[in-house]
Structures are given as C-alpha cells and as structure tokens.
C-alpha cells in the first residue's frame, strides 16, 4: 500500500460525475496488491452480495459456480454473500447459520475458486434488528421502521455468547477453505447499531458513550483475529456514513477504525449508509463517485488498505480513485452481476465489450428484499450460471439466425446467438440501436442506460453480428435464414379523449416527447402514472443538469453533510434534511391514473420511495381514481373525488401503457414452410414494459437454438 496522504479531501468535494466508461488505461485498477497474508492480482473488489443461493444448503453447487465464474474473470478479491455466526442473525428465518455442516460444503466454493486463482473471504453478518423473525436481537429494544419486528436487547450473556460464535465461524471458515473473512459492520447492521446511539442505549459496558458503543465491535475483531490465525485475511465493513439521524460522528468513526486496526484488522472496506436511510446510496440516480472524498478522508487517518464502494462502478472512475490515492481497492459488487469478465476484458483492452451495470436493482436487490433470488438485469445468466448456458455450437450446426429489433431484447438476443456460434443478422427498422433503452437515457437519474447500449454495439460489432438499420423487415427479407427471433417491442397505448370544441392542449405520446420530436408546454397533464409516467414527470421538472450530473447539487438535495460537522453525515432537518427539497422548476406537471391505489406504488422496493420523493419535491400534482373526460379548450377535463374538473393544460403526454408490435410475427405464423420463429420481449408481451423478462427471454431462446 501507497503511504497514506497527509492532507485528506474535504467533504463535500468535487468528484468526477460521468467519466467515460471505456478508460484509457486501468494501470493501476489492474495491478497486484500485497495485503498481508497474500497479494491480490488486481485492485477489484467483487463485493459482498446476497443472491439467495447462501440460504440454502442444496444450493452450494449453484454458489460455487457463479463465484467460479467471477474468479475465472479475474476478480482479485471475492467477498461472499452474509452469513450469520448464529440463528438470531439470520436474514430471514430461512437463512443459514454458517455451522460445520455448511462449512464442510463450502469447500466445494473454495476450491472452484482457487482453481481459477482467485482469493475469496466469508462475509460474517449479523441482521441485528433487520432479521425478518421473532429471534432478533439489537444492542437495544428497537424496531427499525422497515421492519415489522421489534428486536429484543441483548443480555451481557448473550453478548459473550455472540463474541465466541463470531470466533468460531471464522474457524469453521479457515478449515472450509476460505482465504479469510470479512466482517459486517455497516449498513445498519447489528454491530453498526451498537456503535450507533440510535440504536445502542445501553448504560453498561457495551454502550453509555462511544468508547462503549465500540467495545463489542472491536471485540469480535478482535475474537476473529484471533481465530483466523495470521495467515489470514480479515477484512472490516466500516460505515463511514450512517445518512440516519444520532448516526456516528466522524470522530467516532476514526477511532472506531483505528481501534479495528490494532485489533487486527488487515483490510477496511468502506460501507455508506444504512438500510433504512432515506438517502439514496447505489441507486442510478446517485452520482458516480458521490463518497469517495469520505473514503478519501479515512485513507488518510489508517495504515492499512481501504476499499472504496458505492457507486465506484466503472472502470474510468476506478482507475481515476486508485490514481488520486483515495483508496487502495475498488468494490464493484453489482458490475459483478452484470459481466463476470469485466477485468479479463479490461486486460484484454476490450473495456466496450464490459457488460455495463445501469443499477437499476430490479433483478437483483428489489427480488432479494421480497425473498426472491437474486439475478441482474443486463445478465439474466447471473446466479443461473448451472442451468442458463450459452454453449457453442459445432461449425456444422450453426445456424442463421435473423433478430428482427433493435431494442434490448433484440440486441441482447443477438449477442447470444452469435456468442454460440450462430450467423446472426439484426434488423432495425430506424437508423439507431437501443428501442426504449434510447427513451430511458433521457431520463434524469437514468444517464446510464446509455452505457449500456455502447456495450451492446460494441458487443454485437466483437460476435460478427451483421446489423441492417433503416429496414423494416418483412416476411419476404427473411427466407433462407433457419431461425427468426421477433423482438418488434411496443408502441404506445392510444388513448381516446373526446376532442375540444375549439383548441385544447396538445396532446402527445411520451415516446415522441423523449425522443425530442414533440415538445411539452409550462402546464402538463401526465395520462397514466407507471413507471413510464413516473419517468416523464421527473423528465419535465429536473434541472440542467440533472442532480445525477452535478455531485454537489446533490448532496444538498438531499441534505448529506459533513460528518465533522453533522452526526451521521446528514444535516438536520429544516437545512437541506434527509428528504430532498428543491424549489419547483417552474413548469406546473400533473400526474393522474386511474387506480385508486398510491401513486409509484408498483415501481422498485429499493427505489420507488426515491422516485416517489423527487415527484414531491418537484411539486409534481398527484391525481388517482382519475376518469378522463376528453378535452375542453382549457384543458383536460376528467372526474375526480366524483366532481368534474378541467386541469388548465397545454400539453397531455400519454403513458397508459403500451401495445405489442407483431405484424411480423403473425406474417411468419401465416407461411406454410418458413423458419422457426421466436417471439420474445414486448412484442410477446407488453405489459408492464418489462426489460427483466424480455432479456431474460432473449438468452433462453439463443441458448435453445
């Protein structure tokens, strides 16, 4: 490791917001790190995440494969999914305690991981008052308000009791095979809530002041040392900022890492936030680099390597982090999900072909906090990797394929097919790639979704995918090809409003008002209150730049301070606060459905309540159990509350849904003796305009060709 620098960042500083995602060099991100008890072959960091495969003692096999396929992609560093040194622990009353039975089975992970060179650390965790069953436990009585269940003190016995079972699961990790471990301190977990006066209202040895509100946390560091012997690694998860209110202190906080340190720690991974923090801390709405100057700020203070996470999630950033000496690693977690290759290909300097994580959470944490498995959006094969194969063909039975669309489902199925072998031709009907991707980048807090249509092309340009753009394929482009993989997409849902007698507003669809070929008034009416609406809402009432481009102006959104200065990190309320607040932009935008039900309330578990936060902040007017009327030459005139009313609109922007494009489909079904064909995504299925499920159809269609 580098010596520390002996005047660290500011906070809050200015960090780099949107660096290209195809570096010039990664030097340093690719480089060897000695970390004590071994060298690391790279500064990647695959960070810890619950996929739902740790539940289950069946799924080991599932386990080792996809770590597997992460270690045969060069990461340096594996960091597993939480496991709970006790039953109080869990996550979920189906969650394992890593007991010797586990452990005998892990060694199946261990080995499939070192056969690919890599080094790989169990997480221990603790839920603390986050466990989803009557046997949590906290420093102190309390329930967390995303928890139905208020967890019980923890007597000094079971205090003792727990330091011990933190010890032998380190044990039981060492003789399992594991290279060391890593133990869970952030996040809102239970030891994060002993050093929390949130949570810890002890008047014992375990809380009354700070120095005791870390005693237990730098006695299992301590135990673990111990435990693990020197010849193992262990690395610390430490909050760096709590973003809740009666959080740590930054004066805390040091002396909590430099108490780690002494103890034994080896390695201090940084974590932002906890769980029930009403600040966003990955979603895509989050700048790049929006806490590294805090990372920054605890290199400084200690004399072992420190991880930097949170949306560190590209390799341009990465490379830029390590190079300033702001931290020593860089953690990647979800990017992980997304491309298990992602080092290998920055080796190679095939930086476009990296699968680019748009962290949107919708295939991996929305399903893992409503108790689903884990999987990623852009890689349905994630945590699949055993039963979703792409297995080359044989030259002799390549086959021809034409995927006919050029939106995700489309480039996605391309990709695959060519990937096996297949001589693929993609057909767009317009002049560019991405279908409702192109629609999504323009979404304020979305500017990723861009990135991943640049891996995309390069992608299909790297799998000899023959691309014919301006072509509106029909039946008669297609004879001689084997295969036909219809992924034609949506159009939007038309809804009918009865005309003004004289004027109205203009009325409009919200893919011609993204697309820029139709512009939107001062007074708009938003038909239709999805996902979609949601977007187009936040599209017509976010700034130039949007907060996602500007570090700064988001963090006074949403009121994250100094944590020198502010306990926690985060401002009081009433001076920027733990909910965004900004003036209206000027432009008067309302929001109707027809459900009675609360508006956003199908969006994300883990984003919606952001989503939901902006509209309101925005001055976004919600309307529900809306009927719509037609149009007056005011406005819009519906039913509300059982009165009639007209919204005095310039604009009406549709989003009610959408309908499913298949012209094609249904011309291929009609031929007596034509290819197969394989219709998928929204021209299978438009509701919901579902990306998850349309790629995922994508990779099982190329994978059974």
Not at 491 to 496: D, F, K, M, S
Request: hydrophobic letters at 45%.
């Amino acid at each position: 490791m580098s010596a520390p620098s002996p005047t660290p960042a500011p906070f809050p500083a200015s960090a780099p917001t949107a660096p290209s995602a195809f570096p010039a060099s990664t030097r340093r991100l690719l480089s060897p790190l000695d970390l004590g008890p071994f060298a690391v072959r790279n500064r990647l960091v695959m960070g810890s995440m619950h996929t739902g495969l740790e539940d289950r003692a069946e799924d080991v096999p599932r386990l080792a494969e996809f770590l597997a396929e992460r270690a045969r992609g060069g990461a340096g560093l594996i960091v597993t999914g939480g496991f709970s040194p006790d039953i109080s622990g869990r996550l979920t009353a189906h969650s394992r305690v890593f007991d010797g039975r586990l452990a005998e089975r892990h060694r199946l992970v261990t080995r499939a991981v070192h056969e690919h060179d890599g080094r790989i650390l169990l997480q221990i965790l603790h839920a603390g008052r986050y466990a989803a069953h009557p046997l949590a436990v906290s420093a102190s009585s309390t329930r967390a308000p995303i928890s139905p269940i208020r967890a019980r003190r923890m007597s000094r016995w079971g205090i003792g009791r727990l330091i011990r079972a933190y010890a032998a699961t380190a044990r039981r990790a060492r003789e399992a095979g594991y290279d060391g471990v890593e133990i869970m301190g952030s996040e809102g977990y239970l030891l994060n809530q002993f050093a929390a006066p949130r949570t810890n209202r002890r008047r014992d040895a375990w809380g009354g002041d700070a120095a005791g509100r870390r005693a237990l946390l730098l006695a299992v560091t301590a135990a673990v040392r111990e435990a693990l012997g020197a010849d193992r690694l262990l690395s610390y998860r430490i909050s760096l900022l709590d973003l809740v209110e009666e959080g740590q202190t930054w004066e805390e906080t040091l002396d909590l890492a430099q108490g780690l340190v002494a103890a034994g720690a080896d390695v201090l991974s940084t974590g932002i936030g906890w769980h029930e923090a009403r600040v966003p801390t990955i979603a895509t709405s989050v700048p790049r680099g929006a806490f590294v100057p805090v990372t920054a700020r605890l290199r400084a203070a200690v004399d072992v390597p420190v991880v930097a996470s949170n949306r560190v999630h590209d390799p341009a950033l990465a490379e830029q982090v390590l190079a300033r000496g702001e931290a020593d690693l860089v953690s990647m977690a979800r990017p992980f999900l997304a491309d298990p290759e992602l080092p290998n290909k920055l080796a190679a300097h095939r930086a476009r072909e990296v699968v680019a994580c748009i962290a949107c959470n919708q295939s991996c944490l929305d399903r893992v906090f409503v108790g689903e498995g884990a999987s990623c959006l852009v890689n349905p094969r994630a945590a699949h990797e055993t039963t979703l194969r792409l297995v080359p063909v044989p030259a002799h039975r390549a086959r021809r394929v034409a995927v006919v669309g050029g939106g995700p489902a489309g480039l996605e199925a391309a990709v695959a097919a060519a990937s096996r072998g297949h001589h693929v031709t993609l057909f767009e009907a317009t002049e560019e790639l991405g279908g409702q991707f192109l629609l999504a980048a323009r979404i304020p807090g979305k500017e990723d979704y861009a990135q991943a249509l640049e891996s995309w092309r390069a992608r299909l340009l790297a799998a000899g995918v023959g691309v014919r753009l301006g072509l509106r394929a029909r039946a008669e482009n297609l004879v001689g090809f084997d295969s036909v993989i219809v992924a034609t997409g949506v159009r939007p849902r038309e809804v009918e409003l009865a005309p003004a007698s004289a004027g109205g507003p203009v009325v409009v669809s919200y893919a011609q008002l993204l697309s820029g070929q139709a512009t939107a008034g001062n007074r708009v009416a938003i038909i239709g209150a999805g996902g979609i609406g949601v977007d187009v809402a936040e599209f017509l009432t976010a700034p130039t730049p949007s907060f996602t481009l500007d570090v700064e102006a988001w963090r006074e959104r949403w009121g994250i301070g100094d944590p020198a200065q502010h306990r926690g990190g985060l401002q009081p309320r009433g001076t920027g606060g733990p909910t965004p607040t900004t003036a209206p932009s000027g432009r008067e935008v309302h929001l109707l459905q027809r459900s009675t039900t609360r508006i956003g309330a199908g969006l994300g578990r883990t984003t919606g309540w952001v989503h939901r936060a902006e509209l309101r902040h925005a001055g976004v007017r919600q309307h529900v159990g809306v009927e719509y009327l037609g149009l007056a030459p005011e406005g819009l005139r519906i039913r509300e509350d059982g009165a009639e009313a007209v919204l005095e609109v310039d604009t009406v922007v549709l989003c009610a849904g959408q309908e499913s494009v298949r012209d094609l489909a249904d011309e291929l079904a009609a031929l007596a003796d034509g290819p197969a064909v394989h219709v998928i995504g929204g021209a299978e299925r438009a509701a919901q305009l579902d990306a998850q499920r349309a790629i995922r159809q994508a990779v099982e269609v190329a994978a059974a060709l």
